[in-house]
């Protein structure tokens, strides 16, 4: 009789990141550690539906349609073509962005006690949100950059020259759910300004202003829950073809950026750095593993930026390989999330849900 155990690897979704979502899913079947685990794989489409799938990509077929078991003693998702039932002994959200990285499908999973990697409810959201993100970590003693933000109904409001005024120029206007760099400007002039808000309007409604940070771009890996550590910093060196790390140069130019692991930066700035990760991480709630994107200034001052939650896993991602790099490869460092989300699980299944008062 088998010990494996089962993990649901779950991607795509009704993200603008589905396509990296795919990429990323791919590299973890891949990596897996099949002597240890079976998978099922499940694919969100981006309508929303979900799919038994036996390779992981984007085609699906409609009597493959999957059926969430809203049931804990039963947990679990219904095959409608054959009326099996599928019980993984975890769920591994392998989703980017909106609808997957914010809590929505953790808050799911939460709701029938099913083990999952990654962070819960209250982390997801918000670490996904960057204006709450900034205001939690600021209120912390964090250093982030300076920021101001409008909501959607208050549009006819903004103006580019309070903007201008309070932030100088250039200045960066990001949609405040999103990730992969989707719904990022880089605002140097007038010209500029309402074609940025329309596209960030159409991705979220809520846009936040910051400075522009002139410094080096660096990554900061963690994992664990009551003792998290953290990896030496890796840096992300943007060519002067690209104005700031874009989607396009993330993804789509193989010579927009050259990654650098572990960064050159003096000992004394690594370990502010790693503490400065550390502490962002435990202060948003995160669980399990993140990466935390940070700026390094010129004078030495460093900022945090934001942290990401599900960071990617494909093959130019840096969190799997800022771990590589500290020694622990891509199979052992899934391995070791799924210890991990193991663990998270049965410490928060000792918590009583009865009272009589």
């Not at 998978?39 to 349609?65: H, R």
């Not at 003693?73 to 990285?101: A, C, M, R, Y």
């Amino acid at each position: 009789m088998s010990n494996k155990k089962t993990v649901a690897i779950i991607y795509g979704g009704k993200s603008v990141e589905h396509k990296i979502s795919i990429n990323s899913a791919k590299n973890v079947y891949e990596f897996l550690d099949k002597n240890s685990f079976d998978t099922i794989l499940i694919y969100i489409s981006t309508e929303g539906k979900w799919y038994l799938k036996e390779t992981v990509d984007a085609d699906f077929k409609e009597e493959n349609e999957l059926f969430l078991i809203l049931n804990p003693q039963q947990k679990g998702f219904f095959h409608v073509s054959s009326g099996k039932k599928l019980n993984p002994d975890i769920v591994f959200p392998v989703l980017h962005g909106t609808d997957g990285e914010d809590g929505s499908v953790q808050g799911m999973l939460e709701a029938i006690e099913m083990p999952f990697i990654g962070t819960g409810v209250l982390g997801s959201s918000i670490s996904m949100n960057k204006l709450y993100s900034k205001k939690l970590m600021d209120a912390a003693g964090i250093p982030v950059s300076k920021y101001i933000f409008f909501h959607y109904h208050d549009r006819k409001s903004i103006s580019f020259q309070e903007v201008k005024e309070k932030l100088n120029l250039p200045f960066m206007a990001k949609a405040a759910n999103l990730g992969s760099s989707v719904g990022v400007h880089k605002i140097s002039s007038e010209e500029k300004f309402d074609s940025a808000l329309e596209d960030i309007f159409n991705f979220d409604k809520t846009v936040i202003f910051e400075e522009f940070v002139e410094g080096r771009e660096l990554e900061c890996a963690v994992i664990g829950n009551s003792s998290p550590e953290a990896t030496l910093p890796g840096e992300i060196i943007v060519s002067s073809n690209h104005e700031f790390y874009t989607y396009e140069a993330k993804y789509l130019d193989p010579e927009a950026a050259k990654l650098q692991i572990p960064a050159v930066v003096d000992d004394a700035i690594s370990e502010r750095i790693q503490e400065l990760s550390i502490q962002s991480y435990v202060t948003l709630a995160c669980e399990d593993f993140a990466r935390v994107d940070l700026f390094l200034k010129p004078n030495g001052d460093i900022l945090i930026n934001e942290i990401n939650t599900i960071p990617g896993f494909t093959n130019s991602s840096m969190f799997p390989m800022m771990w590589k790099e500290k020694g622990l490869e891509f199979t052992p460092l899934l391995t070791k999330l799924i210890e991990l989300a193991f663990e998270k699980h049965e410490s928060k299944q000792r918590l009583s849900n009865n009272f009589n008062g």
